[in-house]
């Protein structure tokens, strides 16, 4: 199956720093990329959809202030958070899909810790 | 919009145990079903999927899971399960035609005892 690298796997960051996150396809193009948070005992939640070259669609309730998003490359999309504060704190998981793709393949997330 | 049901939230079965967990989903549409595994500090991977067809699907590792229309559901089944099956599993729908954005059950922590 394709194949879908983030980065880095754990990082811990100060409060009010921002931090962020990559999400690479190694063996496809990734026409869209998802990003997805999840907390502990929970299930994933959809946080935006990122098209190629477009601004990502952000779901309800998400700041898209806070998470910046952006897919500038068919391999390549970043996640950030800005000035983070403990409760950012959660596991982070991308996905990504090409045109011919008929599901997504992970990444294998990023642990954020707000200290 | 679609919002998927993991009725068990832990399972823990001795080896050689038949394993069945749950999977429920609630839309109006038609959807695409899937069911992911998540082994420890490990990606989340495609265990099978369902599109159309034969509903009674067969995926990696000895599972298969069977789409029941008229129940909404999409339960995830192995007949024997092995000490390495200990993982957690998500079930997730998409909306046909909606692209590849997933809505996931809460999961599912299963561990198989020696």
């Known amino acids: 199956g394709a194949v879908v690298s983030q980065h880095p796997s754990r990082v811990i960051c100060k409060s009010g720093t921002s931090v962020k996150i990559e999400c690479r396809s190694l063996d496809f193009q990734a026409t869209t990329m998802f990003w997805y948070r999840q907390f502990p005992k929970q299930s994933l939640m959809l946080m935006a959809t990122?098209?190629?070259?477009?601004?990502?669609?952000?779901e309800q309730g998400v700041e898209k202030d806070k998470f910046l998003i952006n897919h500038a490359s068919l391999t390549l999309s970043t996640l950030t958070v800005t000035s983070a504060h403990p409760e950012d704190s959660s596991f982070y998981i991308c996905?990504?899909?090409?045109?011919?793709?008929?599901?997504?393949?992970f990444g294998q997330g990023t642990r954020l810790t707000v200290v | 919009a679609q919002s998927v049901s993991q009725h068990n939230h832990h399972v823990i079965l001795s080896e050689a145990a038949s394993l069945e967990l749950g999977c429920n989903y609630s839309?109006?549409?038609?959807?695409?079903l899937f069911w992911y595994v998540q082994y420890p500090g490990q990606h989340l991977q495609l265990l099978l999927k369902?599109?159309?067809?034969?509903?009674l699907v067969k995926g990696i590792k000895g599972f298969e899971a069977e789409f029941i229309k008229s129940k909404f559901s999409f339960n995830l089944r192995k007949p024997s399960v092995q000490w390495s099956d200990t993982a957690e599993y998500f079930c997730?729908?998409?909306?046909?035609?909606?692209?590849?954005?997933?809505?996931f059950g809460t999961g599912t922590q299963l561990k198989v005892e020696l």
């Open positions: 990122s098209n190629e070259g477009s601004k990502a669609t952000y």
């Open positions: 997730a729908v998409n909306a046909r035609g909606g692209g590849n954005k997933l809505t």
């Open positions: 839309y109006g549409g038609t959807v695409n």
């Open positions: 369902y599109f159309s067809g034969d509903p």
């Open positions: 996905s990504a899909t090409g045109a011919t793709n008929t599901e997504a393949f």
